[in-house]
């Protein structure tokens, strides 16, 4: 089973720990974890389900490349972080 952790950034706004997550993609995974956590969908993904522009996702330590729909193969030992950039002047 994949595992899936985040920045201490966002998980201090998210509330969840990191854990496993069952999919073959990166969209199932995470379809998976906002099954348990719905508030998480918003802070990742916009109205289309696109990643969002200032949050990453990385599989084993890579950039997914398709951010549009998740479509990135997951590998069943696989690693998701997510991180959220910060910005501001």
Do not use: C, W
Request: a negative charge.
């Amino acid at each position: 089973m994949a595992s899936i952790s985040m920045s201490p950034h966002l998980q201090t706004h998210v509330g969840i720990t990191p854990g496993e997550v069952r999919g073959d993609t990166v969209r199932e995974a995470l379809e998976s974890l906002f099954t348990e956590h719905p508030r998480l969908r918003s802070y990742l993904l916009d109205d289309r389900g696109a990643v969002r522009k200032h949050v990453a996702v990385f599989v084993n330590g890579e950039s997914v490349k398709d951010r549009a729909t998740l479509s990135d193969p997951l590998p069943p030992d696989g690693e998701i972080f997510l991180m959220q950039a910060l910005s501001g002047g």
